[in-house]
Structure formats: structure tokens, C-alpha cells
């Protein structure tokens, strides 16, 4: 980890970020239903353009319910041996007011930290009540995490 305190993301994790999130804006995409999700990638690799997971799992697979459970099954496939990405995806539902009226609207949200950097990256893609993406994203913000 960097001795002094980096407020931005690596620039690596953004070229990935832009890559990742792509995929879920694509014309066709559908995510209703889509479970929170988490993965766990070689940052070598992705910095090479390799994006092959180390670990791969939805909310309850194996009987990871929680992200630090995830982290730790993750750290222990590698042994420690190098530096991990870590992305979580899922979609927050719609918050309805009185009379129907739409509060906030379904996102598909994802967020990507490294093991070796405070600072990760968080983003919203903005859904219709089919769960397609409308179009409406904006540009991750930094996500500083707390204790790697």
C-alpha cells in the first residue's frame, strides 16, 4: 500500500470500471432479478486486459452472505501471493412515495476496489421497472474503503 494517502482511484481500476460497466449498458441487457454479486480478479491480469476470475459468487453461493466473507475466501484462493480487484454488483430497487410517485429510481450498482489502494471507484447505472438500463449513468466517484 502507498505510504501518503491517494484520494483517486488508480487509473487502472477506472479503464477497468468503464470496461465492466459497459457490458451492463448494452442494448438487450436485462437485469431484473440480478442478485448482488461479487468477483474477485489477479490486478496483473486486469491490467494486462486478462479478465479471468479468481472467484466468482452470488449473494448466498457456498454460504458467502456477506462481503467480508467473500474478501476472505478470495484472499485464501491466492494465498495471499498478490494483489486483488474486487468488484461488487447489484441492483438497489425502486423507493415509491405517496400516490405513486417514483422516489428514486432502480440502479444497477457497482463498485471495484484493489487490495494494494485506499481508494476504489462506486457508480450507478440508472434502470427502468424491466430492469433495462435507460441510458442514464453517471461517471463513478472515488470509494475510499476503510482497512483494505
Known sequence: ?????????????????????????????????????????????????????????????????????????????????CVLSFVEVGCKRMLWGAGDELLTPAVLRISMWRTDHPCGLIGRIELDAEGRPTGAAQPPSPLVRMGG
Open 1 to 81: 500500500m502507498p505510504d501518503a494517502f491517494d484520494p483517486q482511484p488508480p487509473q487502472q481500476l477506472r479503464a477497468f470500471y468503464d470496461r465492466f460497466s459497459a457490458r451492463y449498458q448494452a442494448p438487450g441487457v436485462r437485469l431484473s432479478g440480478f442478485r448482488l454479486r461479487w468477483i474477485a480478479y489477479r490486478s496483473e491480469e486486469l491490467d494486462k486486459g486478462i479478465e479471468r476470475a479468481v472467484l466468482d459468487l452470488a449473494w448466498g453461493e457456498e454460504n458467502v452472505t456477506r462481503q467480508v466473507q467473500f474478501v476472505a475466501r478470495a484472499l485464501e484462493e491466492v494465498q495471499g501471493a
